[in-house]
């Protein structure tokens, strides 16, 4: 079926029709439920905690927040005394301090919501503590660092279903990403075949974010920053240049290299359109890369296998193809022919139908039969209203009225699930690793098990585990 044939009243009907079914799914009924409403809120202001002050993306969760009329920052904690300061001098009257416990133990009756931004590795065991001491969060993705870590959070989350949890996947702002959720969920570009995502090339080089796989020798840490308390439940090892403030990403104790770190924002359409795709049961990744011994690898390719039940799919399985470091699929295999993609950074969905293109805040392209068209250009899309996504979970949170609460956590860990894989696979290059997430195992590799689903943690930085 055309667009030109494809009538407003055919995708309205589709669409509710996907919708009904997504939003009965497990870990998306949180979406529009109630029972994240938190009735004593409503006629205050939401006080906020905010970890993780300044850094690569804290102060502008902790400003955006600041900026909604019923939120305020009562709170200040980051173990880097420099960037406390600075951030202190926008909120005069928040308590400070630099270990996230004391905040919980001394001030938590002063604050009902908590934003973490801080490094990968330190995420699960702070959201599990704020998540038991009845706090909504707001979490910067990837959500966790460890592959246990999926269920220690979404167990923390489900044992309080009275809490409004967001993940850092603002991108949902952009009526290019809204308009792919609904192209997809209206099924007409026919049966999903395979999905294409390219992560860009961030991570060849270093710089900001990425480390170039330089190991130093051991430093100081920054002035009047505490690398004990940055450390959190990961193992003690030296302080190396670059590695605490931005860098991290990179490292194998710490972050999740590009993949991991941009995972949610390329994959959330595909999860809030289709439910059928809960967790995959294969993973394998290939690459010429590093040495993986500090770090994650930074050129790889990876195919992830999710089991689907479902006529939207073409077969009993759909593979995701990850690309990393300017890698990118071949236009020609894809059937789109020469031309420009419309970034380094893509989301590509293969249907039988035709193929959807979508950068990470668009533009999106529909082809069909070597022929592109601008996907907002659709027939039938609603008109995307402008929102602000930190804002909406501060709505949330207050039990106001609002369409626009995008990426709770059971979403979030979705998204961030095959990232992990992706980049964990890189011990075991070029092997098939089959994933059991119910067992937590890899079960035709003991060793995958053994060594890449969890770790150990320093004793007082522990994830607080439901019901123990």
């Known amino acids: 079926m055309s667009p030109s044939r494809f009538s407003r009243r055919s995708f309205l009907a589709t669409t509710a029709a996907a919708g009904a079914s997504a939003l009965a799914a497990p870990g998306f009924a949180s979406l529009l439920s109630p029972r994240f409403v938190r009735s004593s809120l409503r006629d205050t202001k939401l006080r906020v905690l905010s970890i993780g002050v300044i850094g690569t993306i804290g102060g502008h969760d902790r400003k955006t927040i600041a900026s909604h009329s019923l939120a305020e920052i009562v709170g200040l904690c980051d173990v880097d005394s420099t960037a406390l300061a600075q951030a202190a001098a926008d909120h005069p009257g928040a308590f400070t301090c630099a270990d996230y416990r004391e905040a919980f ?74 308009a792919a959720v609904d192209i997809l969920k209206s099924g007409g570009l026919g049966p999903v075949i395979e999905v294409h995502v390219a992560f860009g090339g961030g ?43 931005r860098q991290w990403r990179s490292w194998w104790k710490y972050g999740g290299g590009q993949i991991a770190d941009w995972v949610v924002h390329l994959t959330d359409v595909l999860f809030y359109a289709f439910p059928e795709l809960q967790s995959p049961m294969q993973v394998c990744s290939r690459t010429p890369s590093r040495d993986l011994t500090y770090f994650h690898a930074d050129r790889v390719l990876s195919t992830l296998t999710y089991p689907v039940n479902s006529k939207r799919f073409a077969n009993s399985t759909c593979n995701f193809h990850f690309y990393d470091t300017g890698l990118k699929p071949d236009r020609a295999q894809l059937g789109l022919g020469e031309g420009q993609w419309p970034d380094g950074i893509l989301t590509i969905v293969v ?55 995008w990426a709770p956590f059971e979403a979030g860990l979705r998204c961030t699930e095959p990232g992990l894989l992706a980049v964990k696979a890189a011990k075991y290059p070029g092997q098939v690793l089959n994933w059991d997430r119910a067992k937590l195992a890899f079960t035709n590799h003991a060793d995958a098990t053994r060594t890449i689903v969890r770790r150990a943690y320093r004793a007082g930085f522990e994830p607080v585990r439901a019901g123990g």
Not at 152 to 171: I, K
Not at 356 to 370: K, T, Y
Not at 397 to 404: E, I, V
Request: glycine letters at 12%; aromatic letters at 8%; proline letters at 8%.
């Open 105 to 178: 133990d001394k001030h938590g009756d002063k604050f009902d919501a908590v934003i973490v931004a801080t490094p990968d590795h330190s995420h699960c065991a702070i959201m599990t503590l704020a998540l038991s001491r009845g706090k909504h969060v707001y979490g910067q993705k990837p959500l966790v660092q460890q592959l246990e870590e999926l269920d220690l959070l979404g167990g923390a989350v489900s044992a309080r279903p009275d809490l409004v949890t967001q993940t850092g996947a603002q991108r949902i702002e952009s009526p290019a990403r809204r």
């Open 351 to 405: 249907c039988e139908g035709g193929t959807l293109v979508l950068a990470p805040s668009g533009p999106i392209e529909v082809w069909r039969e070597g022929q592109k068209t601008d996907g907002l250009s659709w027939p039938g899309l609603p008109t995307y209203e402008s929102f602000n996504h930190w804002h909406a979970w501060v709505d949330k949170a207050l039990g106001r009225d609002t369409q626009h609460h």
């Open 203 to 245: 991570a060849l080089a270093g710089g900001y974010y990425f480390a170039d796989g330089t190991l130093g020798e051991p430093c100081d840490p920054p002035a009047g920053f505490d690398y004990d308390l940055w450390l959190n439940g990961a193992e003690y090892e030296p302080c190396r240049p670059g590695m605490v403030q």
